[in-house]
C-alpha cells in the first residue's frame, strides 16, 4: 500500500540554524500539507499546497517557513531560523483531490530545538 | 475560528466491549468530518468520516454518528481489540476542505 514517507524521522538543531524536512507524497496525489504537534497538544495545520503554489496556511505558518517542491516527488518544509517552540512534530501529508478527501499522513519528524 | 474539541481526555474498556468516543464541534459551518486514529510515534490514521448531509455511517467495526443539531459527532467501536488503543482525535474541514482541525484527542485503553 503506498505510504507517504518522511525523513529525517528525528532531527535536533540549535536555535537560529535553519532546517529542512523532506516528505515523498503518494505519488498520484496531487495536494500536500504540512502539520506540526508541539508535545503533548493538538495537531495543527501548517499550510496545504497544490499546482505548486501554497493553498492556505495558517498563523503559524510565518515569513520563518517556507515550503518548496523541487523535483516530482519530494515535498519540503524549511524553517531558516528555528526557536525553541518550533520544537514539535511535524507530519507531512497528501491526498489525491482537495476538496473532502482523505488526506495520508506520514510518520513525521521529530524536531527538537536547542 | 474552527474549535474540536473532545469530552474526555482517557476511555479505558474491556477488550470484547464496544466504546464510544464524543466530540462537539463548534462552527456550524462545518461540513465534512473525520475520526482519525494515532498510535504513539506514528502519524495520525484515517479511520471513517462522514458528510454533514448524513446521520451515520459505518465501517468495519466502526460507526460514526453526526448530529449537527448539537454540534456532536461520536465513534463507536465494536469489540474493542488490544489493537485499537490509540490516541483518537476527530477533526472538521470547513471553508475549502483542505485545511483539517484536530481535535486534542482522547487516549483509549483497552485492558485485555
Known amino acids: 500500500e503506498p505510504e507517504v514517507t518522511q525523513t529525517p524521522s528525528h532531527q535536533v538543531t540549535q536555535m537560529g540554524q535553519e532546517v529542512i524536512l523532506r516528505c515523498v507524497p503518494i505519488?498520484?496525489?496531487?495536494?500536500f500539507y504540512w502539520y506540526r504537534q508541539i508535545l503533548g497538544q493538538k495537531v495543527e495545520f501548517l499550510v496545504s499546497f497544490y499546482n505548486n503554489e501554497i493553498s492556505e496556511k495558517s498563523e503559524i505558518f510565518d515569513d520563518q517557513f517556507s515550503v518548496e517542491r523541487p523535483d516530482g516527488s519530494n515535498f519540503t518544509l524549511k524553517i531558516r531560523s528555528t526557536k525553541l517552540e518550533d520544537s514539535a512534530m511535524y507530519f507531512c501529508a497528501s491526498s489525491e483531490e482537495g476538496a473532502g478527501e482523505t488526506q495520508y499522513f506520514g510518520p513525521g519528524t521529530r524536531l527538537l530545538v536547542l | 475560528g474552527e474549535s474540536v474539541g473532545l469530552h474526555l481526555p482517557t476511555l479505558s474498556v474491556q477488550e470484547g466491549d464496544n466504546s464510544i468516543i464524543n466530540c462537539a464541534y463548534s462552527n456550524s459551518a462545518s461540513d465534512y468530518f473525520i475520526w482519525y486514529k494515532q498510535e504513539s510515534g506514528k502519524g495520525p490514521q484515517f479511520i471513517i468520516d462522514i458528510r454533514s448531509n448524513m446521520d451515520k455511517r459505518q465501517g468495519q467495526r466502526v460507526t460514526v454518528l453526526l448530529n449537527k443539531t448539537v454540534k456532536h459527532l461520536s465513534l463507536q467501536i465494536a469489540a474493542t481489540q488490544p489493537g485499537d488503543s490509540a490516541v483518537y482525535f476527530c477533526?472538521?474541514?470547513?471553508?475549502?476542505?483542505?485545511?483539517?482541525?484536530f481535535g486534542t484527542g482522547t487516549k483509549l485503553q483497552v485492558i485485555p
Open positions: 505519488s498520484n496525489h496531487l495536494y
Open positions: 477533526a472538521a474541514y470547513s471553508g475549502g476542505y483542505q485545511k483539517v482541525t
